[in-house]
T-cell receptor
């Protein structure tokens, strides 16, 4: 079975601090995809970043960067110079072909509530 | 490009009633998925439709059903509502089968269902 664990329930930082959100996953698939989503108070899940299991190159996109390590099954997400507008719930998600089902189902972590104070 | 549209935004129903939620995907997207979000269980997959066929189903009772129309719009139905069905129901669309690298899911604002 697939599983995603976000050990940090809540994080509180002051504006301009860097913050890293942790994500650990479990899967038997050799091909899988990882995602980070942001959920502001409006409720909509906003797609942020993605990574496939064959590409461990870490990337930076604006203030976002991510660190994917297959050896530790981790997919951590960092926001640099956080802003108040970054306050939201952040979800890590995984998709794969476990159990014979094809992609089309995301397994989400429990979410991390990020509060950025001015 | 318009995003995923879900209607209604809020619903209040009584136990035993049934409810239908609607989802219009992003133009050109052929896959629609539904998720239930509750404080206790988090985000849970309900089902996925692609080309009017259910392709994948989560672990929910048969009271939860859905369908997809030829224009890719989707509806979700819950019959014989229970208090535990109170949740935020999120619809997501993707160009092809959702959840892959080239076809990430794009979510709507959700329908907040309250069962009293």
């Amino acid at each position: 079975a697939q599983k995603v664990t976000q050990a940090q329930t809540e994080i509180s930082v002051v504006e301009k601090e860097d913050v890293t959100l942790d994500c650990v996953y479990e899967t038997r698939d050799t091909t899988y995809y990882l995602f980070w989503y942001k959920q502001p108070p409006s409720g909509e899940l906003v797609f942020l970043i993605r990574r496939n299991s064959f590409d461990e190159q870490n990337e930076i996109s604006g203030r976002y960067s991510w660190n994917f390590q297959k050896s530790t099954s981790s997919f951590n997400f960092t926001i640099t110079a956080s802003q108040v507008v970054d306050s939201a719930v952040y979800f890590c998600a995984l998709s794969g072909r476990a159990g014979g089902t094809s992609y089309g189902k995301l397994t989400f972590g429990q979410g991390t509530i990020l509060t950025v104070h001015p | 490009k318009a995003g995923v549209t879900q209607t209604p935004r809020y619903l209040i129903k009584t136990r035993g009633q049934q409810v239908t939620l609607s989802c219009s995907p992003i133009s050109g997207h052929r896959s629609v998925s539904w998720y239930q979000q509750t404080p206790g269980q988090g985000l849970q997959f309900l089902f996925e439709y692609f080309s009017e066929t259910q392709r994948n189903k989560g672990n929910f009772p048969g009271r939860f059903s859905g369908r997809q129309f030829s224009n890719s719009r989707s509806e979700m139905n819950v019959s014989t509502l229970e208090l535990g069905d109170s949740a935020l129901y999120l619809c997501a669309s993707s160009r092809d089968r959702g959840g892959s690298y080239n076809s990430p899911l794009h979510f709507g604002n959700g329908t907040r269902l309250t069962v009293t």
